[in-house]
């Protein structure tokens, strides 16, 4: 895998969105802070989901 994902810039550090007592909606609709989501939780590193004998063949999910 030499794939390279894209930067994202951040505009506001997402810290500093949430309160106590409070979370900012941003946190929900912002498409930049979605996209650095994805890149750090999902896109840098394999999930593992299930053993391979619990996939018999190919395809089979």
Known sequence: MSNLIPAVNLT???A??????RVHTSLYTDSALFDAELQKIFHSTWIWVAHE?????PGSY
Do not use: A, C, K, R
Request: hydrophobic share 30%; net charge negative.
């Open 12 to 14: 506001v550090d997402p």
């Open 16 to 21: 500093e969105l949430v309160q106590p007592d």
């Open 53 to 57: 004998s619990e996939v018999p063949e």
